[in-house]
């Protein structure tokens, strides 16, 4: 199938791309820095973007989706970071991961219980796969275990990393069942840690990402999961979790160039406005160099992007450049933020200025949803002919959020 060309451009895109900046620019940018001053959740922000349609793009309309597709959504990430990165660390819970991952494994009664929530922001969704061992190697090294006691689960372990596992209203964690059975004996659970006891959720301390939106320890005493709220069959939880990591991929790729634009912008402006010996510094080649080289990585990242987003529009094989295009952004947002430290000097520490923790989420971003080498790993096995990355398209069973609206099968 071939795709259209320089959708980017399209009347659609671009009204995407300016109902973004001017919700951000009214809704979020005006008060941001108050909620991070006081470390406060911003439940009330969530809730105005998921009324704006800003989490619900690639879902149907009978779930509350507007059924754009990966373009737009990946579109809306990039500019809500570029606007404001810390509110944006929600994104995937609420329109990507959480949502995402009921929709590719839940029964239709599920989907309809907790999706329309979740994308309007009703609900604070969260996902939670990695613990303190595992990392890369999430199913082999997984010690969270959930024994079955009659109709419920009774889970004990710790997951790492889990953001929004403070505030969450609903969410997605992932369990063994069976401790000796590798990546097939792990299942997915649809969890309420309000409702229900053994859930502790402590934030972690982390350095120039928000105060208000957080990533946590989680600890598991006994944690009740109803048997209703198993995500899927026994066994299935990885392959769920693995369906819903790669467009989350592609989310985070988004995001990924988000920062490089904004630190772009960010350092355009200083080197415009910094003057040296009566001129600004922006007239220096040295400086020139570095803003020539970050152009040229963003319009490449972009392009990466914008493709990996068009091909799961598609339904097309995109695991492969799924993955180039989340190595290659969150590259550029590495480089672009230290370019813009460089350029802004001993300023590029300063609070006041973005770059400061645009950094830190660059970072972020070139870990997230799969490492760096992991994504280099999965790109040159499949050069090499060892594993091809896009083996499993169309082969998991799982819904196609594209394709198959699970309200229409009743």
Not at 280 to 302: L, Y
Not at 321 to 335: L, R
Request: proline content about 4%.
């Amino acid at each position: 199938m071939d795709l259209p060309m320089f959708p980017e451009y399209s009347s659609e895109i671009d009204a995407v791309r300016d109902m973004v900046n001017r919700f951000m620019e009214a809704e979020i940018k005006p008060v941001m820095d108050g909620y991070e001053q006081r470390r406060e959740f911003p439940r009330e922000l969530v809730r105005k973007a998921g009324e704006a349609g800003l989490y619900g793009a690639v879902f149907p309309e009978s779930v509350g989706g507007s059924n754009m597709g990966y373009l737009a959504a990946a579109v809306i990430q990039e500019e809500m970071v570029r606007n404001d990165v810390r509110f944006s660390s929600c994104n995937n819970q609420q329109g990507s991961t959480c949502p995402s991952a009921i929709y590719f494994g839940g029964t239709p009664e599920q989907i309809e219980k907790y999706v329309p929530n979740l994308v309007a922001g009703k609900t604070i969704g969260m996902m939670s796969l990695t613990e303190s061992g595992g990392g890369s190697d999430a199913a082999g090294n997984m010690k969270t275990f959930a024994r079955r006691d009659g109709d419920v689960y009774r889970i004990t372990g710790q997951k790492m990393w889990a953001s929004m596992a403070n505030e969450t209203d609903v969410g997605v964690l992932l369990a063994k069942t069976d401790r000796d059975a590798g990546a097939k004996g792990v299942t997915a659970f649809i969890v309420h840690p309000k409702k229900f006891p053994g859930w502790q959720a402590t934030p972690i301390e982390c350095l120039g990402l928000s105060k208000s939106m957080r990533t946590n320890i989680v600890y598991l005493d006994d944690f009740v999961v109803p048997v209703e709220d198993r995500l899927g069959e026994e066994g299935e939880g990885f392959k769920i979790i693995m369906r819903t990591l790669q467009p989350g991929r592609v989310g985070v790729a988004a995001k990924a160039l988000g920062v490089a634009r904004r630190c772009f912008e960010e350092a355009v402006r200083y080197a415009n406005e910094r003057t040296l010996r009566g001129q600004p510094i922006g007239r220096f080649q040295m400086i020139q160099s570095d803003i020539a080289e970050m152009t040229c990585a963003i319009e490449a990242s972009r392009s990466l992007v914008y493709k990996a987003a068009m091909m799961m529009d598609a339904s097309m094989a995109h695991n492969r450049m799924a993955a180039i295009a989340k190595f290659h952004a969150s590259q550029t947002a590495k480089f672009c933020a230290d370019k813009a430290m460089q350029i802004f000097g001993g300023y590029g520490l300063a609070e006041e200025y973005p770059v400061s923790y645009y950094r830190a989420y660059a970072d972020m971003f070139f870990t997230g949803e799969g490492s760096a080498n992991v994504q280099k790993i999965m790109i040159a096995e499949d050069a090499l002919g060892y594993k091809l990355a896009d083996r499993h398209h169309g082969k998991t069973g799982l819904r196609d959020i594209r394709k198959d609206d699970p309200s229409k099968a009743r």
